[in-house]
């Protein structure tokens, strides 16, 4: 498995303002995950970022809304833009590993509340 | 992908087996079903994985049927502590990595 931890943990913005959400995990990794979780609902996958290249994006969601950076095998940011209350959620990232078939292990989640 | 279909919610008594059910009729043949859960305001936790034979692991037990079209996760003995919500997920490989599709999943609740 994989230790996973997320900063800040929870944080309130203002609308029009971006936050950026760090993961750091204890192990080099090839792939790291972003989720989100709106309020009462099930996770839905945001983007997969490999190391080295650009991420990918799942369908209804941008770059511009929610750039991501993957600097290193052990570490990876998510941004969200130009905030308003719908994007209100947790955001969660996660990541794969494992020996025999990989599997994805999950931080803690990062909960956002926008005003 | 494979869609899984979970009852939204089940109840168990505390000391007791907890079997979970999901359907995924239309998994395909290099599809794993995968089982995580969600304790309130935690991250999901992996439990436990399988392809065709029955798993299990120091958390759990996974059934699959010999069809592949269903399967059970099985508590063995369910504390307070097991009260989440449980997410069946099929998975397959998808330009080089698992990638989940969460469905609502079923809440358990664990009662004394």
């Known amino acids: 498995s994989a230790v996973i931890s997320q900063k800040p943990s929870r944080d309130i913005c203002q609308r029009g303002t971006s936050l950026t959400i760090q993961c750091q995990v204890d192990s080099q990794v090839t792939m790291m995950f972003w989720y989100r979780q709106q309020p009462g609902q099930s996770l839905t996958l945001i983007a997969t970022?490999?190391?080295?290249?650009?991420?990918?994006?799942e369908s209804g969601f941008v770059i511009d809304k929610f750039p991501i950076s993957r600097p290193n095998l052990t570490f990876s940011t998510l941004t969200v833009s130009n905030m308003s209350p719908e994007d209100s959620s947790i955001y969660l990232c996660?990541?794969?590993?494992?020996?025999?078939?990989?599997?994805?292990?999950f931080g803690p989640g990062t909960r956002l509340l926008v005003l | 992908d494979a869609k899984t279909t979970q009852p939204t919610s089940m109840d168990c008594a505390e000391g007791r087996a907890a079997n979970l059910p999901c359907n995924h009729s239309t998994i395909s043949g290099n599809e794993y079903v995968y089982w995580y859960r969600q304790i309130h305001s935690q991250g999901p936790q992996y439990i436990i994985h399988g392809l065709k034979n029955n798993e299990t692991n120091e958390m759990a037990s996974l059934i699959i049927t010999e069809d592949r079209k269903s399967s059970t996760l099985i508590l063995p003995h369910a504390t307070l502590r097991d009260t989440a919500v449980y997410y069946c997920?099929?998975?397959?490989?998808?330009?080089?990595?698992?990638?989940?599709?969460f469905g609502a999943g079923t809440r358990l609740a664990v009662h004394p």
């Open positions: 997920i099929v998975s397959r490989l998808f330009g080089g990595y698992n990638k989940l599709i």
């Open positions: 996660s990541v794969e590993a494992g020996v025999v078939r990989e599997t994805q292990y």
């Open positions: 970022a490999n190391q080295g290249s650009e991420a990918t994006y």
